[in-house]
């Protein structure tokens, strides 16, 4: 078996070979002489120098600290433990080991949005109180994931009579759900668009593997979920809501990894499994490097970061949430499709590693004058920090490959940001059915003994990525 840092230094005579950053492609910016981060769209402005960051999810600071989704008093823990001090417990955390950037959740799931619809002020005052707590560490950043996934169901829970699914919400600018998600894109941008700790915006969480699923996985029973056109028409729009409000911050897209047979569901009929001449697989077959690149680039445009999210052995997360009844085992997208398996070889049967896809997507991020940003990753579910090696095998060769594309390709290397799922996720921790394991820095749990050579593993990375490239931005 070839050796991990061996595979990572051959993916980089690859990757680092892409073409000069457009001037506008994004940047991550040290301000010099201070703890403090701006992210922009073109060079990094004077008095700051461009880096670039290892960091983590805290996907559920909001969730914490909101009376829908926590305690109906978010200063008293529930029946769960679940209150705002496992907000501010992570947050001080986070900043007192020296994480520069944290992911967050940056809306409530599903159908508990519908309390922002009734109880505005209300949930405002609440997502101002973590705001205020990131806020008391000058060197920690967000990047708020708004949300683009669940409106429909919002619309449905707030309003009598509304019965909308996602396709609704994707394909008809006038649903109730699209109303909402508009207003509330613009009232989150607009609050918190001059707080310094806002690194950058996301649009939301892996609309993208939705794309041309059969029924009923958008709610329809007879017609196949939305296709990429109007996927990007809908981002479109809402990047554009964002930019007229904040033209300097970058957006990622927050799109997932394309899947494996994203060509093939997106040009192979589904109903009769049938393919345009001369390509095999049908609906679900496993697309070849240049096709599944081609659905890359189609479905992160219009955003300045290209995300991706990546584990190690997808197929058992797929397992994982079918047993739990988390996706419908007659229609399951994940079951159906060999998971985690890109770029397949019908030859000898082998699968592309992980790390190649990465350097695949830095590349052809590169060569379009965006950024690409790893939004997720982790070892296998659930143990996505750990506690063994095994776990963190995958989380490790991702960090030295983003680290030595960082060195051997400073100008031209896209791959500005990683965050990993998850730190000190009270969310899942226990009532979650597959039991997360994230990193809890002080925890004696054995399940998250590993915590510590995993936060090391990005503290490391992180260091080695916050020293200033090699050639000053005013010569890009």
Sequence with gaps: MMCPLMLVMMLLVTAAAGSPRSSTAPRICAVDGSSRLVAVR????????RTRVAAVNIFDAMYDASSAMGSPNPRAPNKQGISIANTT???????????????????????????WVTNETQYWTEFDTVMDEIERYPGLHVIPSIGYSHWWWT????????????????????????????????????????????????????????VNLPPPNCGDPTA????????????????GIIRSIDPRRPISSGMGTPLPCAWHNTYCDWKS???????????WGIDS???????????????DYWSIHLYATNATLAAGFTEFGLVDSKTNRLGQVDNGCYFK?????????????????????????????????????????GPTRESQAFPSTALALQVAQAKSAPDTSAFDLSTIWAFMCSWTRNQFPMKMVCIFPDSNLPSESGSKAMLDLILEADAALAKPSSTPEANL
């Design 89 to 115: 417990a992570a947050l001080a955390s986070a900043a007192a080991n020296n994480i520069r950037v944290f992911r967050m959740f940056s809306c409530l799931w599903g159908p508990h949005m519908s309390f």
């Design 273 to 283: 499994n049938t393919c345009p001449p001369g390509v095999t697989g049908g609906f």
């Design 42 to 49: 073109g060079p990094c402005p004077n008095g700051s120098s």
């Design 155 to 210: 619309a449905n829970q707030a309003f009598a009579g509304v019965n909308e699914t996602q396709n609704d919400f994707i394909l008809n600018a006038s649903s109730v759900g699209r109303g909402l998600a508009n207003k509330y894109f613009a009232q989150i941008v607009t609050r918190y668009a001059k707080r310094d700790c806002v690194l950058l915006w996301e649009l939301g969480n892996e609309l993208n593997l939705k």
């Design 224 to 239: 196949k979920c939305f296709g990429v056109a109007a996927m990007n028409k809908f981002v479109n729009e809402t990047v």
């Design 289 to 303: 490097k240049e096709q599944w690149l081609e659905m890359l680039a189609e479905q992160q445009n219009g955003t």
């Design 345 to 385: 070889s019908l030859a000898n049967e082998t699968c592309a590693p992980l790390t190649e896809i990465i350097a695949a997507a830095s590349t052809a991020a590169s060569s379009a004058g965006r950024g690409l940003y790893l939004g997720e990753y982790g070892g296998p579910a659930p143990n996505f920090t």
